[in-house]
Structure formats: C-alpha cells, structure tokens
C-alpha cells in the first residue's frame, strides 16, 4: 500500500483550494484527473458512491461536514 | 449468539478469578462503556470468530463458543491497557493504573486459559497445539503495535507508513488473531485459514482508521489527541501538514481552531480513503472464500453492520 502517494495527493488537492470538495475531486467526479494508486483509486470510487447512495437514501447530507461529499 | 457469548465470558472469569475482590473488580470492569457486558456492546472480536466458525461450520459447537470467549476477553484486556496507555483510565473508575494493568493482564490470562480449553474440547490434538502457537503470535505482534503505538508518540514526528504499521499491527493482529481462531475451530485447510487471517486483519485496520478519525474529530478527544501529539494515521497526515504550512504552533491555538485546521487540511478524507482500501480488501478476501466455505452472507451482514454503525460516528460527529 503506497500511502505517501496518497498523502501528497490529498494535500495536492487540498492545498489547491479550487473551492472544490477533496473527496468528489480525488475521485474524479469533478473533471479533474488526480492520478492515484489503483488500490486508493477504486478506493475513493467506491467511498464516494457509497455516501451519495446513503446521501440519496437518507435524506442526511445536512448531517455530513461538507469535505466529504 | 451475544447473549451466548456474553454468559461464556462470565463463566470464564468466575472459573479462573478465585478471589472474590479481584474477579468482582474484572466483572465490574467488563460492565464500562464499549466492554463486553455493557447492554450495547458489540462484542466485534468474539462475534467475528463465531461468524467465522459459522460460516465454514454451520451452527457453533460449545468449543466454538468457548473460543470467541477466549477472543473477546484477549480483545478486553487490549481495551484496558489502552485505556491505560492513553491516560483514560486515571481515577475515573476509582483504581489506579497498576490496579487496571492487574485486571488486564488477569483478564489477557483468562483468554488464553479459556482458548487452551477450546481447543481441548474441540479434540483437535497437535492441530489445538498450533492453533494456541497461531494464537499467541497474533498477540504478540497486537503488543508490538501497542509498543510502537507508545513510541511515536514520544517522538516528534512521524511518517504515514509508519502509523500505518502501527495501526495494522496495533488493531490489525487483533483481527487476524479473531478470525484465523474461530477458522482454525473449524478446519484444517491452510489457504481457508490463511485467507481468514488476512480477512481480520484488513477488517479491524478499517476499523481502527475510523476510530482514529473519530476520536481525532470528537471535540473531547481532540484536545487530548492533539495536544498529545499522537501518531494516529490522520494525525500524522495533519502534523506533517501544519509543519509543510510552517503552522506548527497548534499549542496556542484554540480547540475550534484546531478542528478547522484538521477538516481543512484534507486529513478526513485521507484517512477514510485509506480505510476504504482495507475494507475494499476485506471483501475481496470474502469473495475470494466463496465456494471454499459453506457461506460468506454471514459475514457480508457483519462487514455491512459494522460500516454503517462506523459511518454513522463520522456522519454525526
């Protein structure tokens, strides 16, 4: 598991300060294309489609910090 | 199945711990919040052993049983040495550390007593010997994760690989140590046990990512966490982050400030990725043990209760 690759991603995105959510943009769903690990790529695909299917399910985006989706 | 679990447990501590004093204090600890007699404990080490025994075996033998018993007390007494390690414990259930270290280290016996009966029972002869061997490994390397846990903290900084390692060995071994027990209960197959292992080991990493987080974002724990310098994964990625800033002067910031700085910096979203990719993991494991075993719905169910029930402290905190 390569994890600094990961971590400079992650800052890379956050420090970028597009305005834009850190987890939407890491995976893609933004236009832009952050290169990651495959392991960490799928991984952000699969967090991300996860939350807006609980999001649309339950009704609890008011609940969630705003980085996340 | 908890019900079951929880009546074995307490029939353990009572036929090891003699004195009334003692094994009064241990029942009295096992009743805190997050322990396994507390009504809304989830008791997650000693049920994975039985969903795993299930899930090659079909319905739990008594030896099974007696197993995740033994699991779930070894997990209970990594509870309270935490506890212990983290300053949690001083004075707030009316004993000293040396007094909690006693129990702990009485209740690590009483799992592994527990674990040498079950493998008896379970007539598994030299098998019962390696399994106890397979067992004790496992819980030397979740020492060796608690030891470098206590390490980094000393020291200034630390890298993510590093806290990473701690953390699967920390949590990690505990999960292996869960699931490849409540395996080897049930067969002599060394790729279905291996791939159990590594089921629990990429299993209780997720886990102990989201409670790293959670504990990180929890407005009570967060001063402590962070004022401590502890090397949690998305603690380092926030230290580091702070140092890059030449920000590193969390010490006269206010709490709020620092919880901005923490969401702001990226280190949520950094750590539950790196959470998801263990839990993507423990699902492939899971599909690659369909057809070796009798069924893996079992532990699909458990894998999804426990996402939603982690995901549910990261949604609301």
């Not at chain 2, 106890?132 to 060796?144: V, Y």
């Not at chain 2, 839990?279 to 079992?298: F, I, M, P, Q, W």
């Amino acid at each position: 598991m390569h994890i600094a690759e990961l971590e400079k991603a992650v800052r890379a995105v956050a420090r970028a300060d597009r305005g834009l959510p850190v987890l939407a943009t890491l995976a893609g769903a933004q236009g832009f294309n952050v290169p990651l690990p495959a392991e960490f790529d799928t991984a952000a695909k699969s967090l991300m489609r996860r939350l807006q299917e609980r999001t649309s399910e339950e009704g609890k985006s008011q609940d969630m910090p705003p980085e996340w989706i | 199945m908890l019900h079951r679990l929880r009546t074995e447990v307490r029939k353990v501590v009572e036929r090891y711990c003699d004195e009334p004093i003692h094994r009064g204090e241990i029942l009295r600890a096992l009743r805190r919040g997050g322990f396994a007699f507390h009504p809304q404990a989830a008791c997650r080490a000693g049920v994975l052993t039985l969903q795993v025994h299930r899930a090659i075996a079909g319905l739990p033998s008594s030896a099974a049983i007696r197993a995740a018993a033994a699991v779930e007390l070894l997990m209970e007494a990594a509870f309270i040495f935490d506890h212990v390690a983290d300053q949690e414990v001083v004075l707030q259930h009316g004993l000293s550390p040396a007094e909690e270290l006693g129990l702990a280290i009485a209740i690590l016996n009483c799992g592994l007593a527990a674990a040498c009966e079950a493998t008896h029972w379970e007539g598994r002869g030299a098998d019962g010997h390696q399994s106890l061997l397979h067992l004790l490994r496992s819980c030397i390397s979740a020492c060796t994760g608690q030891f470098l846990d206590a390490y980094l903290e000393r020291r200034d900084s630390a890298t993510a690989e590093e806290a990473l390692a701690m953390t699967s060995l920390k949590a990690g071994s505990l999960g292996k140590l869960a699931a490849e027990f409540g395996a080897r209960m049930a067969t002599d197959d060394a790729e279905t046990i291996r791939l159990f292992g590594e089921f629990g080991i990429n299993l209780f990493t997720y886990l102990q990512l989201i409670d790293d987080l959670r504990d990180a974002c929890a407005t009570r724990i967060a001063q402590t966490d962070l004022t401590r310098r502890k090397k949690t994964l998305p603690l380092v990625f926030f230290y580091n982050a702070m140092l890059q800033s030449n920000n590193d002067n969390e010490a006269g910031n206010s709490s709020t400030r620092l919880e901005e700085e923490f969401e702001a910096s990226g280190a949520g979203v950094f750590c539950t990725i790196a959470a998801e990719a263990f839990l993507n993991r423990a699902k492939s494991t899971l599909a690659d043990l369909r057809g070796r075993v009798r069924e893996v719905k079992c532990l699909e169910e458990f894998i999804e209760a426990l996402v939603l029930n982690a995901e549910g402290f990261l949604t609301l905190s």
